[in-house]
């Protein structure tokens, strides 16, 4: 079954209103019921987003972070987006890529892809996210192409660009791709159309079911999430809960990551976000974590350095670091406009150095190129940049604040999200 149609069988506004009657019992059954180890249902899931969690986000958060060092030792994977081109088919209100934005267009040509893969790699960047607006002009042939000349210099290669046929997937994991993120941005039917207001990207169960095409492609990981500020949070959160639950029964031999973006200043702005601030993302994430022990979870630089020192022990598996978010943003052409504005401006050695102080171990890349049969041309790598990676270690109550609290981050100030 596809997941559309399972998505079909639910109401949004509906979940919202049954996430919303979720009592104190019912956050404490589901809690009860994590710390026992069981595997939570959706029910589960919903008492986890309600109001009803909010006395407990310190327990989950506790949860959540001992989970995490279990399953994924203290570590935490870096890497960086590399934008190839902001030229886009799609009205999104919500996006400064958006087609009808009187914006310069450019698309990196061979040469600005190989100057971009040296100022990343000269970061220390292993794991590199391509990034593309939806235009077929730039489609399979083009991203198969940047690959090619982008594998030999990384090991670790996702994608975050339109959605394609699965022969298309299957292509791309040919050349070296291992991961795909599609974000559905928003999972309400009513809300979609207000956001998607032209190209291919309004049609919305194609979308919905982009995860499964990708999963019978073959790839090895899936990225979901949903982009806040559209709907109402818990909701949204409940429906990717939803989507993951589906793709680990379907493929389960596939990893899955979510990413939790959320509205940012950006070009041509003019939409008012719903309500999802840091104590917010920070219920989301823990109850991710308590409802799949396996998820992974990212954290990107759309949020402040602040934020993030305080959240990453909190359930979190990967960071982004030292972001740009235009085609050529590193070196080939940095005055380009960027698609949003980041918050945490550190670089990833700073970042990294962050890491290793509070007992993390930084991780730069997720697959060896080993893994694929295939070599890199990278050498050793400087200290700094980066040090070659190490198995991702275990240690229960590494990365622990001193007095053995970990939710620190969950006295947010519960600030409205930025204006995109
Ligand atoms: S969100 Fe994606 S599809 Fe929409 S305008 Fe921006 S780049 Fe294009």
């Not at 934008?83 to 040469?111: E, H, M, W």
């Not at 959320?262 to 070009?267: G, N, Q, V």
């Amino acid at each position: 079954m596809s997941f559309v149609s399972v998505w079909e069988q639910h109401d949004f506004t509906a979940v919202a209103r049954t996430i919303a009657a979720k009592t104190d019992a019912d956050a404490r059954g589901a809690l009860a019921r994590a710390r026992a180890r069981q595997i939570l249902t959706l029910d589960d899931l919903a008492a986890l987003l309600s109001p009803a969690a909010a006395p407990w986000i310190e327990e989950m958060a506790q949860l959540s972070h001992r989970l995490t060092v279990e399953r994924f030792g203290p570590t935490i994977q870096l890497y960086a987006p590399m934008y190839l081109t902001n030229v886009c088919a799609n009205i999104c209100t919500y996006c400064g890529f958006s087609a009808q934005n009187r914006i310069p267009r450019k698309a990196l040509d061979d040469r600005e892809i190989l100057t971009e893969a040296d100022a990343l790699a000269a970061l220390g960047l292993e794991h590199v996210l391509l990034v593309t607006g939806e235009s077929s002009r730039y489609g399979t042939a083009y991203l198969r192409r940047a690959l090619r000349l982008l594998r030999p210099r990384f090991p670790s290669l996702a994608m975050e660009v339109q959605p394609l046929a699965e022969a298309d997937y299957a292509a791309l994991a040919g050349d070296g791709l291992s991961t795909v993120l599609v974000y559905q941005e928003t999972y309400d039917p009513a809300v979609y159309p207000l956001h998607h207001l032209k190209g291919p990207k309004a049609d919305m169960r194609h979308r919905l079911d982009t995860p499964d095409r990708i999963g019978r492609a073959g790839l090895k990981k899936i990225g979901l999430g949903a982009l806040y500020g559209l709907s109402d949070w818990r909701a949204e959160s409940w429906f990717v809960g939803l989507h993951l639950r589906h793709l680990e029964r379907t493929f389960w031999r596939t990893r899955t990551s979510i990413s939790f973006p959320r509205l940012r200043p950006h070009e041509g702005q003019g939409i008012t976000p719903t309500p999802f601030g840091e104590g917010e993302l920070v219920q989301a994430a823990c109850a991710f974590r308590l409802f799949s022990p396996e998820v992974e979870l990212a954290l990107s630089t759309r949020e402040s350095g602040r934020f993030r020192n305080h959240a990453f022990r909190l359930g979190f598996t990967s960071l982004s670091a030292g972001s740009k978010t235009n085609p050529g943003g590193y070196a080939a052409e940095p005055g380009s406009l960027e698609q949003f504005a980041t918050d945490d401006q550190r670089s990833p050695a700073e970042v990294a150095a962050f890491l290793r102080q509070q007992g993390y171990e930084p991780v730069w890349k997720d697959w060896d190129a080993t893994y694929d049969g295939a070599g890199t041309e990278r050498g050793p790598r400087s200290e700094g940049g980066g040090q070659k990676s190490e198995p991702r270690g275990r240690g229960p109550g590494a990365g622990e604040t001193p007095d053995g609290s970990v939710a620190t981050a969950a006295h947010h100030d519960g600030t409205a999200p930025a204006a995109r």
